[in-house]
Structures are given as structure tokens and as C-alpha cells.
């Protein structure tokens, strides 16, 4: 005991000096590897190498829970504004004879099957604009060279529809016009209808194609007309109603074959309703029409004035609940929709 205690005292201190350090580099150790591994975890997974290199489960998930929101659901749009900043104004209309269809469709490539809506806002409306058509294709192709970028500044969500009716009975407007909203229908749920002439092109954008409170006639004045309004209670050429106004009129009648008063009947019904057609101011609503002779497949129907008398007695039973028609194609081209129908023919 007397021999060991000083040299066993310088030992034992060494040995619990010597524990202690072990200890010390064994915790600095550990210390250093978990570091490591919070420090890597943010990268690891942020990256889309970490579902390559781990391959535990756990890891998978937490780089998909890792995945910033907007890669998966899109932020949402704001409302596009009350006035669109794209606005022109008056317009410089040309009437090239050189313009090619291939043209207008590499002007507009953000429509897509005849439909465009903006990129950056969402529309206020979602409107269909419904064209009656035979044999115009000259004015159609006036008629999409303007009124697509003319809709695209206007913000609109909107899709052209033209309704072509097949073989060579007298022309029918208004129930192509039908027609056309029950099939636009079918595509989607549009807020607004523009029923549009082919041969009529707007001339400022400031006459925005969008719906209101009562039904809208957009066409005040003319270049062929000297611009002026031609009579008091003309509903003619370019108008829109919203879903609900041109379902409650029963939509127009079918049984006006030819030229005239179909519209007229339109305005009768919408007084019948109540409703009371409004009109933008008539330095703005101003169209151009492009000349032509009357085809010989539209000729002026005589028996208008007969029919408009009867409206107030048969409109309930004549319109959009008794518009029977065959589709006979529906192609989706690259500018409008091309729907083509059989719609009969004349009673007598
Ligand atoms: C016809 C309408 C036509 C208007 C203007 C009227 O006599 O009934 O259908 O839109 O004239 O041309």
C-alpha cells in the first residue's frame, strides 16, 4: 500500500483523464456526424436527385411534401380590369384581297380551336359569338382577320362559333342563330351571346362584346348608312344577350325564311319580357359593312310582316323549344368552331 498509493494516485487520475477525453472526442463525434445531417436534409430534398439517391419511402415523401405549391396548384388569376389597358380605340380596317386564312391563323396563335382567353387575368365574361353562314367565305375571313384580336384586347374568354347551313334552302339567320347557342351550350357554360352578321366588322374596340343587364344592340351606325341608326326599334346585325335574357324570349323565331324581320320578331319578344334593349354610345358602336349583292338563297322574305303580327300569340311555342335540326358535322378548325346543319325547310 505504502509503495503503490503515490504512483497508483498518478494513475488513476491518468485513467479517468484518459475516460474523460475518450468520452469528449466521442460526443464531438456524434455532435459532428448529426450536424452533417440536418445541414444536407433542406438541399437533399429540394433537389429532384434526392428521389434518386434515397430510396427509403420517408425520403420520397418528404421530397414531395418539400414541392413548392405553385408546381401544383396555380396561383389564382386576378379578375382582369373593369376597362382593358389594351384598348385602342378607333380602328385602321383593312380589306386586303391578298389575306390568306393561313395569315389570320399565324396572327392568333394563342387561339386554340377557336376559343382564346387571356393569360394573365381572368375574363369578366365568357362569351360565344354565334356567325350565321353560307357561301360568305370572303367576308368570314374579313370578319376573323379583325374580330379575334379585337376580342383578345377586349380581355375577353371567348369562342367563335360559325353556323353553316348545309344544302340550298332559302336562307334561315335566326335559326342558325338558335342552333348555334344550343350547340355552344353543349361546349360549355357561356355567360354571354354575340349574334353576329358576317358581313358586319367593328370599328372601334371600346364596343365591348360583353353582356349587360338588358339585352345590348352593338350596331347603332354603318358606314353604308351614314352611321345612323335605322329606325327607332332596329335589333338588327350584332347583338347580345346574356344566357338567361335569350332563354326566357325562347330564343328567335325558326319560321323566318329569307331576308328580314327575324330580328324585329327578337325585339318584340324581348318587350314582351319587359326588358329594355340598351346600346353603347354611337360614336363607339360603328361597323363597317363589306359590300355584296343579296344572294340569290336569302331572298326578302314577303311574309314577314304577317309573322311579326303573330308573335305575341305563338312565341312561347316558337323558338328555342321547337328548334329541331341535324348536325351534320362539328370540326374544331384552328380559328372557329365549323358547326354545318340540316335545318329543313319552309312549311309552304
Ligand atoms: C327588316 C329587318 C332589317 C331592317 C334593316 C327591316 O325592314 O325587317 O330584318 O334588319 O329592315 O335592314
Aim: net charge positive.
Amino acid at each position: 500500500m505504502g509503495f503503490c498509493s503515490p504512483v497508483c494516485k498518478v494513475f488513476r487520475r491518468g485513467k479517468y483523464i484518459l475516460l474523460f477525453l475518450i468520452s469528449l472526442s466521442v460526443l464531438a463525434w456524434i455532435a459532428h456526424l448529426s450536424g452533417e445531417t440536418i445541414k444536407d436534409a433542406p438541399v437533399s430534398f429540394a433537389t429532384p436527385q434526392a428521389l434518386v439517391k434515397g430510396d427509403s419511402l420517408r425520403e420520397k415523401l418528404n421530397a414531395l411534401a418539400a414541392t413548392p405549391d405553385r408546381l401544383i396548384t396555380p396561383a389564382p388569376k386576378e379578375e382582369c380590369p373593369q376597362e382593358s389597358p389594351l384598348l385602342q380605340g378607333a380602328l385602321k380596317l383593312s380589306f386586303e384581297s391578298s389575306l390568306k386564312l393561313k395569315d389570320v391563323e399565324s396572327d392568333n396563335k394563342a387561339v386554340i380551336e377557336g376559343e382564346y382567353e387571356p393569360s394573365d387575368c381572368t375574363a369578366r365574361q365568357s362569351v360565344a359569338i354565334l356567325i350565321p353562314h353560307r357561301g360568305r367565305e370572303k367576308h368570314l375571313l374579313y370578319l376573323l382577320h379583325h374580330l379575334h384580336p379585337f376580342l383578345q384586347r377586349q380581355q375577353l374568354h371567348y369562342a367563335i362559333y360559325i353556323i353553316q347551313q348545309a344544302g340550298d334552302v332559302t336562307f334561315n339567320r335566326a335559326k342558325l342563330l338558335n342552333v348555334g347557342y344550343l350547340e355552344a351550350l353543349k361546349d360549355y357554360s357561356w355567360d354571354c351571346f354575340i349574334f353576329h352578321d358576317v358581313d358586319l366588322v367593328p370599328e372601334n374596340d371600346h364596343n365591348v362584346y360583353v353582356c349587360d343587364k338588358q339585352p345590348k344592340h352593338l350596331v347603332v351606325g354603318r358606314n353604308a348608312t351614314g352611321y345612323k341608326l335605322r329606325y327607332k326599334g332596329y335589333f338588327g346585325g350584332v347583338t347580345a344577350m346574356n344566357k338567361e335574357q335569350f332563354f326566357q324570349v325562347n330564343g328567335f323565331s325558326n319560321n323566318y325564311w329569307g331576308w328580314g324581320g327575324e330580328d324585329d320578331d327578337l325585339r318584340v319578344r324581348v318587350e314582351l319580357q319587359k326588358m329594355k334593349i340598351v346600346r353603347p354610345p354611337a360614336d363607339i358602336a360603328r361597323y363597317t359593312m363589306v359590300f355584296h349583292k343579296r344572294d340569290s338563297g336569302n331572298k326578302i322574305n314577303k311574309d314577314r310582316m304577317r309573322l311579326l303580327g303573330r308573335t305575341p300569340l305563338v312565341w312561347r311555342k316558337d323558338g328555342l323549344n321547337s328548334c329541331t335540326y341535324k348536325t351534320m358535322s362539328l370540326e374544331r378548325l384552328p380559328l372557329y368552331v365549323n358547326v354545318t346543319v340540316d335545318i329543313g325547310k319552309p312549311l309552304s
